[in-house]
């Protein structure tokens, strides 16, 4: 299963660079694959793995904030596992790009 999630804790200003950092670290120790893109991080995982980090990122955020504002998209493909890297190395492979480099 892929999640795409992004996690805002509302009332701190525009520049979040610090307090997202802190939510990375979170995801990073979890052991998951994961990539952060700019608009928010994607896991791979199973369900509960993923909803039990989530969980604990939005949790993590109220450190920083009385609000916080998370969004989280799902895609579960059933059987399917290392698609965090094959969904983009498939696209790649038809333009035509290395996707060793």
Request: proline fraction near 1%; include cysteine.
């Amino acid at each position: 299963m892929l999640a795409k999630f992004s996690i805002i804790p509302l009332g701190q200003g525009t520049h979040l660079s610090k307090q997202i950092a802190q939510i990375i670290n979170i995801i990073n120790e979890s052991g998951l694959d994961y990539q952060l893109t700019s608009m928010g991080t994607i896991v791979e995982g199973n369900w509960k793995e993923i909803m039990d980090l989530i969980e604990k990122c939005h949790k993590h955020a109220f450190s920083f904030a009385d609000r916080v504002y998370t969004t989280i998209a799902i895609d579960d493909f059933k059987g399917r596992t290392s698609r965090l890297k094959r969904k983009v190395e498939s696209v790649e492979k038809i333009l035509g790009k290395d996707v060793n480099k």
